[in-house]
């Protein structure tokens, strides 16, 4: 109707245009419905509420919950009330403010106030507002009254609020109020302002800050500017935060040489595995079309602080040819992508970033938190590198050194392929000797990086067959190196193929089967702790063994055995005195339902709550995304549960563990080493069942430094 009459503005229609489009509307109405639009206004007005209830359940409102922990159950509220006109003639107006900056967090009044307005226009963008200091000049005494109103309410709420009001007739009407929202550096400016300005304690300064917000502090971000104009191509899970522009690479291979010869590259995948760690490393973000929150990809890339967005299911691959296709058009390896971790969005080429600036005010609050929270935090790190971060951020230990990572290296996985190719004992162990001089240089780094914090080691727990090469080139190679045909390596690698990998030959099984790989891991633990200690006598370097995928006593024994007589003679060689521990991981239902009986074996339990849920669930967490949107829709699942601890069935299972296991060995430590670590709600429960500690990501130590804080505030 504006473009017809050639005007810009609602206001400037005339009321026979408005009476003309009312008509339009009505037929519109009655052609969807099938009868009038009621004149009654009792019936206007039911039909008005009927919408809102009605909006609790449409797809957006369902996303942000999820987003935003907020349970379906609650349901929504309406109210009522008369309305004031805002666009009754130029002595009205209507507008939204805060009362301090929602960016920064700066004390002062931010705003817009339109003139012969109803608040939709604020909202809806079609008209430039004014800045609400202009009001002073339009309406100076409804102004005033406003300026006083805004300090009553934040001296009320003791927060920062978000208003709406109307003018009519030059009266003053405010039509709502809420503790506004705000981005994660004005959070924490506002916390410390409010507590030096005496209407905040510490304790309640740390509790009103979204934990979660805090990771946009710790990552690079997208220019703001440049991502307005830019439209998203696709979408994923935005599985690590952050944002990432570079060149498309479909190959860890070619991400390590594009990065070497000083390109900046994204690293797209159908999906990744431990042999693809090097080229993660190498580039500035990872694209996959498979997986969710926690695949391989996510839970690498989070570790690692890098970019990641997962399950872009409508990337059509074909890496054989280095390309692929979205949206309609064809990517080819070099040309740029950007991609966004936090949103999951997909970008056409080049959109340039910003590093994250951390202000000030974030010392201050990890500091108080710290005061408050009862749970110890550590890191899931694998590289003295991530474990540098980590204790930067206010780690306080390795919860999980995931030991496989560091077989991947060139010059040592032919080593342990040359160990996996082995036919007797004696060539695996001298195959596993050529690799037990860079593990231990490993755990020292590790040790070091860690200035004497408890250091938990995982052994070796994928299955053989993520070790073994797939190219025709590689193949060939180990077969010269082995003195064996091609043939022969093919029908070794064929026979390491497995159903179900994971739950297959791998974790404390290969132990059992090649206790010569525990002895191997063993010594070079021990070894670079006796070496740290000596280096540091101020340390207390004690190594925390982990024995990964336990499900009898019996097979806990039999490994533990292996360790502790190796340990044993180490240290007796080295003629030092040092202690160590050898726990496992709960990751097996029947692990949580024995662990009275593990608990009398073990030092540490820790719960590796990303294979436990898999296990108890049934789901893979890999293929869980084809059909969890599904569950979402059938309102059976409400959160992804490998994002989002399942309380009531892996929080059971995790609680019944700690009640069987502590009365059994009062000395018994018991901590949480899967992705949930860093997800508040899963740190809150955490704190209530008695873990000891939680140990996440890097770039989450912060997040579970300030959930961990909240709990015991709220608890």
């Known amino acids: ?60 409102a369902n996303v942000y919950r999820r987003d935003n922990d907020i349970p379906y159950s609650w349901g929504t509220a309406v109210n009522v009330q008369s309305m004031a006109f805002g666009n009754m003639g130029d002595d009205c107006g209507t507008g939204v403010a805060f009362t301090r900056d929602p960016a920064t967090g700066e004390r002062k009044l931010m705003g817009e106030f339109l003139v012969n307005a109803q608040g939709e226009d604020v909202v809806a963008g079609v008209r430039t507002p004014m800045p609400i200091a202009k009001m002073e000049q339009e309406f100076p005494e409804a102004f005033k009254e406003f300026t006083d109103v805004c300090k009553k309410l934040e001296d009320h709420y003791r927060d920062m609020q978000d208003m709406e009001f109307t003018v009519e007739n030059k009266k003053l009407y405010m039509l709502q109020t809420r503790n506004g929202k705000r981005t994660a550096q004005a959070a924490l400016k506002i916390a410390c ?143 740029f992508i950007s991609i966004d971790g936090s949103t999951g969005n997909i970008y056409d080429g080049e959109i340039a970033t910003v590093d994250a600036t951390i202000a000030g005010e974030f010392g201050r609050i990890m500091a108080w938190a710290d005061k408050f929270r009862v749970l110890k935090v550590r890191t899931n790190a694998d590289t003295p590198a991530d474990a540098k971060k980590a204790r930067e951020l206010g780690a306080e230990g390795i919860g999980l050194c995931r030991t496989e990572h560091m077989f991947f290296e060139e010059d040592r996985i032919a080593a342990f392929r040359e160990m996996i190719c ?37 052994f070796l727990d994928p299955p053989l067959h993520e070790f073994v090469p797939t190219d025709e080139e590689d193949i060939e190679k180990l077969a010269n190196a082995q003195n064996k045909s091609v043939d022969e390596i093919k029908t070794l690698i064929d026979s390491l193929h497995e159903f179900n990998p994971m739950m297959g030959h791998r974790g404390c099984r290969l132990a059992v089967t090649y206790p010569e790989i525990a002895k191997m891991q063993t010594k070079a633990v021990i070894r670079a702790a006796i070496n740290v200690q000596k280096a540091h006598a101020d340390w207390t370097v004690k190594p925390e063994i982990m024995i990964p995928l336990i499900c009898d006593i019996k097979e806990l024994k039999n490994v533990k055995k292996v360790v502790v007589e190796t340990a044993d003679a180490e240290i007796a060689a080295a003629g030092v005195k040092l202690d160590y521990e050898v726990g496992t991981m709960i990751e097996i239902p029947r692990a949580a339902l024995t662990a009275d009986e593990i608990a009398s074996e073990a030092d540490f339990f820790c719960f590796g709550t990303n294979d436990l849920t898999q296990m108890t669930f049934g789901f893979s967490r890999d293929d869980s995304g084809k059909f969890l949107d599904a569950y979402y829709d059938a309102k059976i699942f409400e959160n992804d549960p490998f994002a989002k601890l399942d309380q009531t069935g892996v929080g059971k299972l995790m609680e019944t563990a700690i009640k069987l296991g502590k009365p ?24 209530k069942i008695g873990l000891d500690y939680v140990s996440c990501s890097p770039f989450r130590v912060p997040i579970a430094r300030l959930a961990a804080a909240q709990a015991a505030i709220n608890n």
């Open 1 to 60: 109707m504006k473009e017809k009459k050639g005007v810009t503005y609602d206001v400037d229609l005339t009321a026979d245009d408005l009476k003309e489009l009312a008509g339009q509307f009505k037929a519109e109405y009655k052609g969807k419905i099938g009868s009038d639009f009621p004149d009654d206004p009792k019936e206007q007005l039911m039909g008005a509420i009927k919408a809102v209830f009605r909006s609790w359940d449409n797809p957006r």
């Open 422 to 458: 082995a036919d007797t004992v004696e060539e695996r162990e001298a195959a596993l000797d050529k690799i037990l001089p860079y593990q231990q240089g490993d755990f020292e780094k590790l040790y070091e990086a860690l200035e004497g914090c408890p250091v938990t080691i995982r």
């Open 193 to 335: 302002d409010l507590v030096d300005e005496g209407m905040r304690t510490e304790e309640e300064a740390v509790a009103m800050i979204e934990p979660r917000n805090l990771d946009t502090l710790l990552h690079p971000q997208f220019d703001a500017t440049a991502l307005k104009a830019a439209t998203p191509v696709g979408k994923g899970l935005g599985a690590s935060p952050g944002a990432a522009c570079g060149k498309i690479v479909f190959s860890a291979e070619d991400a390590v040489e594009w990065h070497d010869r000083g390109e900046k590259v994204v690293l797209v995948r159908l999906e990744t595995s431990p042999e693809d760690i090097t080229g993660m490393k190498a580039s500035q973000g990872i694209l996959t079309v498979r997986g969710g929150m926690t695949s391989h990809a996510a839970v690498v890339a989070r570790g690692m602080g890098t970019c990641c967005v997962s399950g872009c299911g409508d990337i059509a691959m074909d890496e054989e040819n280095k390309k692929f296709t979205l949206a309609g058009k064809e990517y080819h390896e070099g040309d």
């Open 664 to 687: 059994v060995n009062d000395k018994l430590h018991v901590g949480i080493c899967g992705e949930h670590g860093g997800d508040p709600s899963s740190v809150e429960f955490c704190h």
